[in-house]
């Protein structure tokens, strides 16, 4: 007998689950690139994209994952020997800070941890500091995808303004983009970087660079930029194919028209208020299990948590085993910890990871909770039991 037969839930953070109305729309043939639908569809993208971001300027899309859009992003406003100061609360802002380096940046690091948000005193004294303003860009990670950490955006905004630093202040929105709450033009934030296979529900492919006119003219100011990699005919081409600096991503733009459509007809704040009642679901039921065991959310404060993704730990080798019983036993499949251990020390089967970004609803989190409170169970695995009940009562308060 198997339990897992039936409609799986890939519960990592991302990709994600991916919509069926997305799904169809690029099951489809070819389009021709030269005329027809897909040049209107294409224009029509990116004001909807902005619209995601909450930002009236511009938006570049790249045939590319994530990283290629940190790079894009990096491409268009940092010239070897520029300084940046990177933030890291996890292994994401580590590895932009390091493509940073690798593209000739000098990088100051500024690293909080693995559990707590970026500190805006910390960046305001670091700022005060740089009175030659030799850095150009702050680095800062929205939500943390290994440790689950939310930074405040706004409070580094702020931070740089109380300094009256110039830098631009350039934020990865990778994980959190439609899943927590992000205010690009509100915020101050003059770059914001995301990818197609998280909160936006497309499979990975696409990559997107949000920009305002300052970032605008920091590009308009450099020596060269990549032509590739330049965002300027990208959001503003004279001719089709400057969109792409070459063939058009297909059957993605038509994937990712349906899945801005969903966005849409949901409404962005729904879409966070959402992400918010699943995600403390979520915390609800961990903390109670933790209350007789030794299974802990990695972020104490609420107020530091991302609504897209959580980062559990248990004592190793229990987490792995745990993930492993769901993914047999229930059709769930949740995230492998990241960045929180080395992958050759036995401590890495100490964490896992909860995706529930994007096209997630009510049922599949009490469900994908549902068979985690089996596993503990099955496996004899110290725990609370009343979790989901928990996580039931949040989402029926919502
Ligand atoms: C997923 C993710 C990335 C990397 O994206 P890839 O598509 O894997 O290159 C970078 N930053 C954050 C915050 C992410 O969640």
Request: with cysteine; glycine share 10%.
């Given at each position: ?10 519960a ?102 693995k559990q707590s948000p ?29 440790t689950g950490i939310l ?29 927590d ?94 992400h918010d009642t699943l995600a403390r679901a979520i915390w609800a039921a961990a903390e109670v299990w933790g209350e007789a065991g030794a299974l802990r959310l990695n972020v104490a404060d609420p107020a530091h948590r991302s609504r897209a993704v959580t980062s559990l730990s248990l004592p190793?080798?229990k987490a792995?085993?745990l993930?492993?019983?769901v ?7 949740l995230g492998?910890g990241?960045?929180m ?9 100490g964490y896992f990871r909860i995706g529930h970004?994007?096209?997630v609803?009510a049922?599949?989190v009490l469900g994908m909770l549902g068979a985690i409170e089996a596993g503990l169970a099955?496996l004899?695995i110290a725990h609370q039991a009343g979790g989901v009940s928990a996580a039931a009562r949040v989402i029926g308060a919502a």
């Amino acid at each position: 007998m198997s339990l897992a037969s039936g409609h799986p839930y890939l519960a990592i953070p991302g990709p994600s689950v991916v919509p069926d109305a997305v799904l169809r729309a690029m099951h489809r043939a070819a389009p021709n690139i030269y005329e027809g639908d897909l040049i209107g569809m294409t224009a029509g993208l990116l004001p909807d994209l902005c619209r995601v971001a909450r930002t009236d300027h511009h938006v570049a899309i790249y045939i590319a994952n994530g990283h290629g859009a940190w790079e894009a992003a990096l491409a268009n406003t940092v010239a070897p020997g520029d300084a940046v100061l990177a933030l890291a609360t996890g292994r994401f802002g580590h590895g932009w800070a390091e493509m940073a380096g690798r593209l000739g940046a000098v990088v100051e690091m500024m690293d909080f941890g693995k559990q707590s948000p970026a500190d805006p005193a910390r960046i305001e004294a670091a700022l005060r500091a740089d009175t030659g303003h030799r850095i150009k860009a702050v680095l800062a990670t929205h939500v943390d995808t290994s440790t689950g950490i939310l930074s405040d955006i706004k409070a580094v905004r702020a931070a740089m303004d109380a300094a009256g630093h110039p830098a631009l202040l350039m934020a990865d929105c990778i994980a959190s983009l439609a899943c927590d709450r992000f205010e690009m033009d509100a915020w101050g934030v003059d770059v914001a970087v995301a990818a197609s296979q998280k909160g936006l529900m497309t499979p990975p492919g696409l990559g997107f660079v949000f920009f305002n006119d300052r970032a605008a003219a920091v590009r308009t100011g450099l020596d060269r930029v990549s032509p590739y990699w330049d965002w300027t005919l990208r959001a503003d081409p004279e001719i089709y194919y400057q969109y792409f600096c070459g063939t058009a991503p297909t059957h993605h733009l038509y994937g990712l028209r349906a899945a801005l459509d969903l966005i849409h007809a949901e409404g962005i704040e729904a879409v966070w208020a959402r992400h918010d009642t699943l995600a403390r679901a979520i915390w609800a039921a961990a903390e109670v299990w933790g209350e007789a065991g030794a299974l802990r959310l990695n972020v104490a404060d609420p107020a530091h948590r991302s609504r897209a993704v959580t980062s559990l730990s248990l004592p190793a080798p229990k987490a792995t085993e745990l993930r492993k019983w769901v993914e047999a036993n229930a059709g769930v499949t949740l995230g492998i910890g990241l960045g929180m251990a080395d992958a050759a020390d036995p401590a890495w089967h100490g964490y896992f990871r909860i995706g529930h970004m994007g096209h997630v609803n009510a049922h599949m989190v009490l469900g994908m909770l549902g068979a985690i409170e089996a596993g503990l169970a099955a496996l004899d695995i110290a725990h609370q039991a009343g979790g989901v009940s928990a996580a039931a009562r949040v989402i029926g308060a919502a």
